[in-house]
T-cell receptor
Framework: AQSVTQLDSQVPVFEEAPVELRCNYSSSVSVYLFWYVQYPNQGLQLLLKYLSGSTLVKGINGFEAEFNKSQTSFHLRKPSVHISDTAEYFCAVSDRGTSYDKVIFGPGTSLSVIP | EAGVTQFPSHSVIEKGQTVTLRCDPISGHDNLYWYRRVMGKEIKFLLHFVKESKQDESGMPNNRFLAERTGGTYSTLKVQPAELEDSGVYFC??????????FGPGTRLTVL
């Protein structure tokens, strides 16, 4: 069975500082990897995804993530955060096999950007 | 292009009552999914439609939940009778292909 771990439930960071949100997954099969963001009172929005190819994936709003197969990680980074980045961030996986429609989510990391 | 829409945005009902949630996917998206997030827990998959057919309903918690997708367009998720533990946020998503899912804003359900 697949699972996703997000080690930090809450991450406070000062504006313009860098941030890394950690994500580890476990799966016995090859996976697709995603980061979703939920801004206050809004739905889930896809930030970025890893399907294949380059392990460094760039997404919207200046975010990027690096897939590390040996460490089964997919950490999300941004070099300089803004107040508007305050939101909840979800790491997610789906497998490449017959059930890859089902997305498995991590518990979420709440990012608070402090002015 | 309109995104995935969900109605209502909030619903407050009493234990034992019935509630129906509606999801309108992006036009042309054959795949439609339901997920829910119970307070303090992860977002969990409930089921997947391809057009009007249920492809995978392995995440449906019990037979109090009934999902339908009429004519392969909008979908409804009915909870009857609602229990306290059904409280949470119910998300709908749709996709054209089988990888990137587009999510709606969710329906926040509170069962008192």
């Amino acid at each position: 069975a697949q699972s996703v771990t997000q080690l930090d439930s809450q991450v406070p960071v000062f504006e313009e500082a860098p941030v890394e949100l950690r994500c580890n997954y476990s799966s016995s099969v090859s996976v697709y990897l995603f980061w979703y963001v939920q801004y206050p009172n809004q739905g889930l929005q896809l930030l970025l995804k890893y399907l294949s190819g380059s392990t460094l994936v760039k997404g919207i709003n200046g975010f990027e993530a690096e897939f590390n197969k040996s460490q089964t990680s997919f950490h999300l980074r941004k070099p300089s955060v803004h107040i508007s980045d305050t939101a909840e961030y979800f790491c997610a996986v789906s497998d490449r096999g017959t059930s890859y429609d089902k997305v498995i989510f991590g518990p979420g990391t709440s990012l608070s950007v402090i002015p | 292009e309109a995104g995935v829409t969900q109605f209502p945005s909030h619903s407050v009902i009493e234990k034992g009552q019935t509630v129906t949630l509606r999801c309108d996917p992006i036009s042309g998206h054959d795949n439609l999914y339901w997920y829910r997030r119970v307070m303090g827990k992860e977002i969990k998959f409930l089921l997947h439609f391809v057009k009007e057919s249920k492809q995978d309903e392995s995440g449906m918690p019990n037979n109090r939940f009934l999902a339908e997708r009429t004519g392969g367009t909008y979908s409804t998720l009915k909870v009857q009778p609602a229990e306290l533990e059904d409280s949470g946020v119910y998300f709908c998503a749709s996709s054209l292909g089988r990888v990137e899912q587009f999510f709606g804003p969710g329906t926040r359900l509170t069962v008192l």
